[in-house]
T-cell receptor, first 114, second 114 residues
Framework: GNSVTQMEGPVTLSEEAFLTINCTYT??????LFWYVQYPGEGLQLLLK?????DKGSNKGFEATYRKETTSFHLEKGSVQVSDSAVYFC?????????????FGKGTKLSVIP | KAGVTQTPRYLIKTRGQQVTLSCSPI?????VSWYQQTPGQGLQFLFE???????NKGNFPGRFSGRQFSNSRSEMNVSTLELGDSALYLC?????????????FGPGTRLTVL
């Protein structure tokens, strides 16, 4: 079946540090890949997506590249801010009979300190 | 456009009771999916509805059910509540078409079972 593995947290960084959160996946076919972010007490917000190999998704300074050869979709940001503190989820979307179902990783909690 | 809305935001029930949660998708979205989020199991897919039909179902017992109305609003019902049903229940809607795999989440309903 489909699965997503992302690095265990929590991750604590100083403001302006470089961020990498690793994500690898197992899936049949060609899934779309996503990063979602969850702030305390809220639902999930779509951060970025990529739909095919070598696509790069980007938003708010975050980037991730769909690497089919390594089945990876690592999240990066060059300079984190305190406001980036949240839980980040890597996910893949697999289609079955026209229905799209998201499979999520366990989430990585990021804390950014001033 | 208004985002996905879920009501109520918080619920407290006792074991054995039943509960109904409501979700209104983004205007124009016809697909609604439900997910359960718990600290132990993470985010798990419950079911997906499209045009009032259940298209896909996750691995949950029959106590969990749902439906979708002609205006795309959806409800999920949990009967005979158990302590383990305490979770954040998230609803997501999808636009269909070329972006059918992209899901947008609501803020969730926090269910506590005592």
């Amino acid at each position: 079946g489909n699965s997503v593995t992302q690095m265990e947290g929590p991750v604590t960084l100083s403001e302006e540090a470089f961020l990498t959160i690793n994500c690898t996946y197992t899936a049949t076919g060609y899934p779309s890949l996503f990063w979602y972010v969850q702030y305390p007490g809220e639902g999930l917000q779509l951060l970025l997506k990529a739909t095919k190999a070598d696509d790069k998704g980007s938003n708010k300074g975050f980037e991730a590249t769909y690497r089919k050869e390594t089945t990876s979709f690592h999240l990066e940001k060059g300079s984190v801010q305190v406001s980036d503190s949240a839980v980040y989820f890597c996910a893949l979307s697999a289609s079955g009979a026209g229905s799209y179902q998201l499979t999520f990783g366990k989430g990585t909690k990021l804390s950014v300190i001033p | 456009k208004a985002g996905v809305t879920q009501t109520p935001r918080y619920l407290i029930k006792t074991r054995g009771q039943q509960v109904t949660l409501s979700c209104s998708p983004i205007s124009g979205h016809r697909s609604v999916s439900w997910y359960q989020q718990t600290p132990g199991q993470g985010l798990q897919f419950l079911f997906e509805y499209f045009s009032e039909t259940q298209r896909n179902k996750g691995n949950f017992p029959g106590r969990f059910s749902g439906r979708q109305f002609s205006n795309s609003r959806s409800e999920m019902n949990v009967s005979t509540l158990e302590l383990g049903d305490s979770a954040l229940y998230l609803c997501a809607s999808s636009p269909g078409g070329p972006a059918a795999d992209t899901q947008y989440f609501g803020p969730g309903t926090r269910l506590t079972v005592l």
